[in-house]
């Protein structure tokens, strides 16, 4: 079975700093697709950022990067000048190639402070 | 176009009540999903369909829980004779098709109570 782990429960930064959430997984599998998913305080979560696990170059969607490291099955997410309205749980997800059940991890309360 | 709704938004329970939880995806979504979100932590998988064929219902806590989909489109999750167990927000998630990692569109989710 897939688990999917995020040990940093709350984290916070100042707005327009730089901040780092964590994502670790295991798996046996090679190939999987990775997400970040945000939920803000209204809960109806939105997509962040997809990787595939075969593409070894990092996914980024603006202000949104990851660091994909495949060995270390470690799959963190680097939010660049941050907004107040990046303030919003995140959470990692896994899912196996040609499945479609998506495992989350625990979530990261994100705090943006003025 | 319009996203993923769920109806009713909110719902109180009697210990022992039967509930119906509804979910309209995303017109054209071959894909729906539904997951249990309990307090603080994130969506477990519950079941998924492909058009009307329920393909996973593998994580379905009991057999009191009930997913259709009879015609490829709207979704209803009902769960018979509700413990306080059960309560948690219901989210229900669409996507264009299975596989390829494909993005899943969630809803606002439904809370249930149960008291």
């Known amino acids: 079975a897939q688990t999917v782990t995020q040990s940093q429960p709350e984290m916070s930064v100042q707005e327009a700093e730089t901040v780092t959430l964590s994502c670790t997984y295991d798996?046996?599998?090679?190939?999987?697709?990775l997400f970040w998913y945000k939920q803000p305080p209204s809960r109806q979560m939105i997509l962040v950022i997809r990787?595939?696990?075969?593409?070894?170059q990092n996914a980024t969607e603006n202000r949104f990067s990851v660091n994909f490291q495949k060995a270390a099955k470690s799959f963190s997410l680097k939010i660049s000048d941050s907004q107040l309205g990046d303030t919003a749980m995140y959470f990692c997800?896994?899912?196996?190639?040609?499945?479609?059940?998506?495992?989350f991890g625990a979530g990261t309360r994100l705090t943006v402070k003025p | 176009g319009a996203g993923v709704s769920q109806s009713p938004r909110y719902k109180v329970a009697k210990r022992g009540q039967d509930v119906a939880l509804r979910c309209d995806p995303i017109?054209?979504?071959?894909?729906l999903f539904w997951y249990q979100q309990a307090l603080g932590q994130g969506p477990e998988f519950l079941t998924y369909?492909?058009?009307?064929?329920?393909?996973?219902k593998s994580g379905l806590p009991s057999d009191r829980f009930f997913a259709e989909r009879p015609e490829g489109s709207v979704s209803t999750l009902k769960i018979q004779r509700t413990q306080q167990e059960d309560s948690a927000v219901y989210l229900c998630?669409?996507?264009?098709?299975?596989?390829?990692?494909?993005?899943?569109?969630f809803g606002p989710g439904t809370r249930l109570t149960v008291t």
């Open positions: 369909f492909q058009n009307e064929a329920q393909l996973d």
């Open positions: 997800a896994f899912m196996k190639h040609n499945n479609n059940d998506m495992r």
């Open positions: 017109s054209g979504h071959v894909s």
């Open positions: 990787q595939e696990a075969y593409k070894q």
């Open positions: 998630a669409s996507s264009l098709a299975l596989g390829q990692g494909n993005e899943q569109y």
């Open positions: 798996t046996s599998e090679n190939n999987y697709y």
